[in-house]
């Protein structure tokens, strides 16, 4: 019986987004000041992509970036104008400057912060002027709307124009404002409050051109004065509805308490606002995450957590936020306070991140699927069907174009879960993603709860074939600038850096193609998820008949422009086939899908595939399967992945012995001519056999009745390796032969 809320669920969760640290960030400027104490016990990353930006200002805890891709550089000419901005005598010039149109023309000075005079030549025409003061340790932001620039033009300007009070502040459940402790100057000393860090951030969106004009960041851990203001808080003048602020904030409580508080949108401005959160709002969620077996092994693992503002659906920023330890306790849970219901617009995306330490010494991140909060009457958590990507080496890191703009890539509905269960992710063997991205071949690792798995690549090993000739073996980090020139190849990948309820797994992937040819893209697995009859995801499962499999699939054509941009094409004809058998048997049983149109979801997800677990044969108590999935598209390349191990059903269907008398022989092997066939001795009724090659085309099949044994004549078969079949009431056994 479907859940309802589930379903107006997954309807919400198609306007969100996933979060990857290569964004594309489509607001002008950003502006950070972190104030943070030596001692604290936590480390703050900014997540937006620095390549898009120069960083114009650094001073006094203060960084100012600025996006050199919106920045225009048109020369002067005899039909340009100049405007010139004056500050009122006495007060510091601006650090932020920022002129614009409507049609998205962007012009920034040359002029370092805090001039009180700056000139800018620009063409004729209506802007708006953004202009950032620093004064008496607050924010204050004075917009000029719709300016007429006709000709040279002079503007005085003063930050006393902001004088609407703008005030954030949170409360955790218990009614407490949260606040950080007061510092002593001499001694660098914090006593009182009651958080151990605190962190806020307000954008400003400009609905015209529907884009982001700044974002404004600031973290602490400690306050100057005993009476300065322990919310976020800035200064505005009056706006119209031209305008949108959106503003959230996130504390750390004493306790490791995590409190997120999403305030929503105030559209223009034309009085002081003073936001507060109501403690009953919070959803309270703990999460456990398992670390990887080489962090594990070492001991080097802490928790973490990232965030994401998103406002109009475009990502607007976000941080990331980590335990200054490389050594934590994980079997104890994070625990969060969540108030960030989902919106179709706007949202403030939460993520619990494992941080593992690397073998050479770097920082990588296990990052979990998002946390929401449902706005239906169970209020659970939401997680998303892709998650944070943080560092460099992964397929995930990219958004992609759609002819207008930067996009992030959509989570799926069929993916993404609202659970109270506890849930522990990490703690399954995870599928490999890879795709082209111009001569360079990406992989990356996700769990089935969307978790990435950016550890994997330590102890991944890579071996590449080109023509039958290896031409690469060796780590991943060293195969991630390989670069493919013609010629077919087969690459393996694998993967041991995963251990599932003390299993040591592995993930072994092979991919075939060939770049003579047109399509030289190879198809790919794209998520795999299993859930029992109650909706949940779950490898564990009660019997066969309470599981399904999920999964999505296709071949990708992935573009870039000469901007870098990347752009996702389908291409049509690819198939994916599912196998199971018993963990480490090798023994493959063919487990059919079926195909939903109605789900198939561009970028990136592709086809849509459900099958039941009903038929798969247990023969004991708590029996691992391990899993094999073949994607092969119109052009015969291939991606090929063994996920071992990947469910476990609890209740056993078949005797051992059964299985046994199931297994049917064949003799000799390798063979030259003629090879000999015994069905199994419990064998009832019609008896398919069937041989197909390994690019899974059928070269024989016959169909016996009440026969237990045959000899096929296999002379005219060519040299290699071939796989036999036979299919009885259901049940299908598969054997690797070996023609000379």
């Not at 959106?246 to 034309?270: E, H, P």
């Not at 119109?634 to 071992?644: L, R, W």
Request: with cysteine; charged share 20%.
């Amino acid at each position: 019986m479907k859940n309802p809320d589930l379903l107006h669920l997954r309807k919400l969760l198609v306007a969100l987004f996933c979060i990857f640290t290569t964004l594309a960030f489509s607001q002008s400027l950003i502006i950070e000041r972190i104030n943070i104490s030596k001692d604290s016990r936590y480390k703050a990353e900014s997540n937006f992509n620095k390549k898009l930006y120069i960083l114009s200002y650094d001073k006094d805890h203060q960084k100012i970036y600025q996006n050199t891709h919106l920045k225009k550089t048109e020369k002067y000419n005899k039909n340009n104008v100049t405007l010139t901005l004056n500050t009122t005598e006495g007060e510091s010039g601006p650090n932020i400057v920022s002129i614009y149109n409507e049609n998205g023309d962007f012009y920034f000075p040359e002029t370092m912060p805090g001039a009180t005079s700056i000139l800018l030549s620009l063409p004729a025409g209506i802007y708006d002027v953004f202009l950032g003061y620093s004064k008496n340790g607050k924010d204050h932001i004075v917009i000029r709307e719709q300016v007429d620039v006709a000709s040279d033009k002079t503007i005085i300007v003063s930050p006393d124009e902001a004088d609407n009070y703008i005030v954030s502040k949170m409360y955790n459940q218990s009614g407490q404002m949260l606040e950080p402790g007061l510092i002593d100057s001499e001694t660098g000393e914090i006593t009182g409050g009651n958080t151990v860090y605190s962190m806020g951030d307000f954008g400003v969106y400009f609905n015209p051109i529907k884009q982001g004009i700044a974002t404004y960041a600031l973290g602490w851990s400690f306050k100057n004065q005993e009476n300065e203001d322990p919310a976020y808080s800035f200064y505005v003048n009056d706006v119209s509805t031209r305008y949108s602020f959106s503003t959230n904030v996130f504390a750390i409580g004493q306790n490791d308490d995590l409190y997120f508080n999403k305030f929503g949108r105030l559209n223009g401005i034309t009085n002081p606002v003073i936001l507060q959160n109501n403690p009953q709002d919070y959803v309270f969620h703990s999460q456990k995450i398992q670390p990887s077996a080489f962090a594990m092994e070492n001991g080097l693992a802490s928790y973490g957590f990232a965030t994401l503002d998103i406002m109009n659906k475009y990502p607007m920023f976000g941080w990331t936020i980590f335990s200054n330890s490389n050594v934590a306790n994980t079997d104890e849970k994070m625990k969060f306070y969540l108030n960030n219901p989902i919106d179709t617009v706007d949202n403030f995306l939460v993520y619990p991140v494992l941080k593992e330490a690397a073998a050479n010494g770097g920082q990588q991140a296990l990052g979990i699927g998002t946390g929401h909060i449902s706005k239906g009457t169970n209020r659970d958590v939401v997680f998303g069907s892709q998650a944070s990507s943080l560092n460099s080496f992964f397929l995930s890191d990219f958004t992609y174009f759609d002819g207008k703009g930067m996009k992030i890539l959509p989570q799926h509905p069929r993916f993404s879960f609202a659970s109270k269960e506890e849930i522990i992710p990490g703690n399954s063997t995870p599928i490999n993603v890879s795709a082209f991205i111009d001569v360079n071949f990406m992989t990356n690792y996700i769990g089935h709860f969307g978790e990435k798995r950016e550890t994997d690549f330590i102890t991944t090993q890579v071996e590449v074939k080109q023509n039958n000739n290896t031409v690469y073996q060796g780590d991943y980090a060293g195969f991630s600038n390989y670069s493919f020139g013609s010629g077919k190849y087969d690459i393996t990948f694998t993967n041991t850096n995963i251990s599932v309820d003390e299993i040591a797994g592995r993930n072994e992937t092979k991919i075939f193609f060939d770049k003579n040819i047109p399509d030289s893209f190879p198809p790919t697995l794209q998520f795999l998820q299993f859930r029992n009859s109650a909706g949940q995801v779950t490898d564990r499962l009660a019997t066969g008949s309470d599981g399904t499999v999920r999964l999505a699939a296709g071949d990708f054509k992935f573009n870039i422009d000469q901007n870098n941009n990347y752009s996702y094409d389908y291409v049509l004809g690819n198939s994916a086939k599912f196998f199971y058998s018993k963990h480490n048997q090798n023994s493959w049983t063919e487990l059919p899908l079926t195909n939903y149109p109605e789900y198939f979801q561009m970028p990136a997800f592709g086809d849509y595939y459900e099958g039941s677990l009903k038929d798969v044969i247990v023969p004991e108590d708590n029996t691992w399967f391990d899993v094999k999935v073949i994607c092969t598209d119109a052009s015969g390349n291939k991606q090929e992945q063994i996920v071992s191990p990947a469910f476990k059903i609890a209740e056993k269907t078949l005797a051992v012995a059964d299985v046994k008398r199931f297994d049917f022989t064949v003799y000799p092997n390798p063979f030259k001519d003629e090879l000999n066939i015994q069905f199994p001795e419990n064998v009832e009724g019609n008896v398919t056999f069937r041989v197909t090659d390994m690019a899974e085309k059928t070269v024989y099949t016959q169909t016996y009745q009440n026969e237990k044994s045959f000899v096929f004549n296999g002379a005219s078969l060519p040299k290699g390796v071939y796989i036999v079949t036979i299919e009885n009431n259901g049940k299908v056994v598969t054997k690797k032969v070996i023609k000379r």
